[in-house]
Each structure stands twice: as structure tokens, then as C-alpha cells.
């Protein structure tokens, strides 16, 4: 991710008044557990982002591992699994075996990334997958605004 992104996430993850908006980074042990759980490789920018915040709010809530105490509890291992669980007799379903959810709409739709990196949406009730951004990254900056 760019330096300049990360500043901007890190002055305003570590305000005082945003202290319920950061978790605990992740650790390599935690990734690679995980990442050999899902069967996927989390893309650079996503480590990045979450060996430095953690599951965060930025924007969007993103889920790691200790997440923000206002994200809930749920890990990206926890939110993949579960889709895929409660997707599995869906035509979709096997888009969700080589990706990983990081987050949800308000609708309680899935946020993921593919392999190549690119995040989308998977609206449940039509079926429909929507691209949300090229890269980890351009997500962050399309959502996150300073308050």
C-alpha cells in the first residue's frame, strides 16, 4: 500500500478518540495459520494493512484477527468459512472456495479478494458478484475519509 495511505490510516487509527476503531496487528503465525486454513494467499496489501492495524476500521470494517472491539469478533477465518458454508448450495459457491471475505455491506453481503487481488461483493439474495475495486488498496482509499 502506498506510504501516504498508511500515514493517513495511522494518524487517524491512533487518535485517542479512535482507540475502538484499531485492533491488534496480526502476527506471521496468525497469516499463515490462516492462510493454510483457507487455502488461499492473502494479497500484500491486505498483510500489510493488517500486520499494521490489525482488523480496523477504514472506512469499511476489515477483518484480521483481533479485530477493533467495534468490529465484532468475527475473523477473516470465521467470515470466509462461514460463507462459504452458508453459500455452498449456491451457484456462487465456488467462488468463494479460492477467495477470502474481509468484510460485509450492511445487507450482511460478503466483501472478498481473489487471488489476483481484486475485491468484489456477493449480493446473496440475486446471486449477482460485483467488482469493488481493482486492488486491497484502491478499496481503502474509495472509503476511507478522515472525520
Known sequence: MKDALME???IFLHREDNSTL????????????AQQQLNVNFHEDYVHFIRTFGGAYAGLAVHA???ASSLGNETVVDLTLGFREQFKELPF??????NYVISMDGSGDPI???SAGKVFIC??????????????????????FEW
Open 123 to 144: 449480493y446473496y439474495d440475486s446471486g449477482e458478484i460485483k467488482l469493488l475495486a481493482d486492488s486491497f488498496e484502491d478499496l481503502i482509499e474509495d472509503n476511507f
Open 93 to 98: 459457491a465456488e467462488v468463494l472456495q479460492s
Open 65 to 67: 484477527f483481533s479485530n
Open 22 to 33: 484499531v485492533g491488534i496487528p496480526a502476527s506471521e503465525e496468525e497469516i499463515a495459520k
Open 112 to 114: 472478498f479478494i481473489n
Open 8 to 10: 493517513r490510516l495511522k
